[in-house]
């Protein structure tokens, strides 16, 4: 059975593991990529593979009953698409979304379950995952409810910049209007603001951040709540880069 080279991964999780750890679970990994756009998990699905994402990112959300969806959290690098398998789920709540392409090791939900008593170090990481996820979406829900929308666009780009690694994001003003839940128009608006104040570059569908210490003074601070409760769970090595 080929190893893994440790070295070269990028998902925080598999990367914490200690070498006997991801040793055992190396022959149940599958390298898969990742399509913008691609749905891996659907509301009300029976969750059979996990995803511990490499690049890109991913948005879990809710769909409501007319049919509109509603973004909860962010997935990237620092965690796992399905995670609640751990937790004694069977089926998906949210819906699970590729915002951009990328990469991400597949493993069964089944060989996931099968090797955790064997993989403390595994289970540990996979159970603070799920606290910090919880953490993002309480802080969303609050976020949505009180703050700006120019506050909430830029601790959205400031999310989705950690988790992409790359300063210029490919995001149309009606993608970002389903994923903070208002209309295109004020989408616009926001960005506009923020163009203006120099921390972003808007055009033909591509948002590159310019400023990214002016971007975090223009966010509420829902942004560094979620920041400050990864770091306190996971340690500051472990942190989204900010580039």
Same mark, same amino acid.
């Given at each position: 059975?080929?190893?893994?080279?440790?070295t070269?991964?990028?998902?925080?999780?598999?990367?914490?593991?200690?070498?006997?750890?991801?040793?055992?679970?190396?022959?149940?990994?599958?390298?898969?990529?990742?399509d913008?756009?691609?749905?891996? /998990?659907? /509301?009300?699905?029976?969750?059979d593979?996990?995803?511990?994402?490499?690049?890109?990112?991913?948005?879990?959300?809710?769909?409501?009953?007319?049919?509109?969806?509603l973004?909860?959290?962010?997935?990237?690098? &620092?965690?796992?698409?399905?995670?609640?398998? %751990?937790?004694?789920?069977k089926?998906?709540?949210?819906?699970?979304?590729?915002?951009?392409?990328?990469?991400?090791?597949?493993?069964s939900?089944?060989?996931?379950?099968?090797v955790?008593?064997?993989?403390?170090?595994?289970?540990?990481?996979?159970?603070?995952?799920?606290?910090i996820?919880q953490?993002?979406?309480?802080?969303?829900?609050?976020?949505?409810? /009180?703050?700006?929308?120019?506050?909430?666009?830029?601790?959205?780009?400031?999310?989705?910049?950690d988790?992409?690694?790359?300063?210029?994001?490919?995001?149309?003003?009606?993608?970002?209007?389903?994923?903070?839940?208002?209309?295109?128009?004020?989408?616009?608006i926001?960005?506009?603001?923020l163009?203006?104040?120099? %921390?972003?570059?808007?055009?033909?569908?591509?948002?590159?951040?310019?400023?990214?210490?002016g971007?975090?003074?223009?966010?509420? &601070?829902?942004y560094?709540?979620?920041?400050?409760?990864?770091?306190?769970?996971?340690?500051?090595?472990?942190?989204?880069p900010?580039?």
């Amino acid at each position: 059975m080929a190893l893994i080279d440790q070295t070269a991964i990028k998902n925080r999780i598999l990367s914490a593991l200690p070498a006997a750890e991801l040793a055992l679970i190396s022959g149940r990994l599958t390298l898969v990529t990742m399509d913008l756009g691609q749905t891996l /998990h659907r /509301h009300g699905d029976v969750i059979d593979q996990v995803y511990f994402v490499e690049t890109g990112f991913i948005s879990a959300l809710n769909v409501l009953s007319d049919g509109h969806p509603l973004e909860i959290a962010l997935i990237g690098s &620092e965690g796992v698409a399905g995670f609640t398998v %751990v937790l004694g789920g069977k089926t998906s709540y949210a819906e699970t979304m590729c915002q951009t392409g990328g990469q991400a090791y597949r493993m069964s939900a089944e060989g996931l379950l099968d090797v955790l008593a064997q993989a403390p170090v595994l289970r540990d990481l996979l159970l603070r995952y799920a606290l910090i996820f919880q953490v993002q979406v309480s802080q969303t829900a609050a976020c949505n409810a /009180h703050h700006a929308l120019e506050q909430r666009l830029a601790r959205w780009l400031l999310a989705a910049h950690d988790r992409s690694s790359v300063p210029q994001l490919s995001l149309t003003q009606d993608l970002i209007a389903v994923m903070l839940g208002v209309r295109r128009a004020t989408v616009s608006i926001a960005a506009n603001t923020l163009q203006r104040a120099g %921390v972003i570059r808007y055009q033909h569908g591509k948002i590159t951040i310019v400023d990214r210490a002016g971007l975090e003074d223009a966010a509420c &601070e829902c942004y560094e709540a979620v920041s400050g409760e990864y770091r306190r769970l996971f340690g500051e090595e472990a942190a989204p880069p900010r580039e």
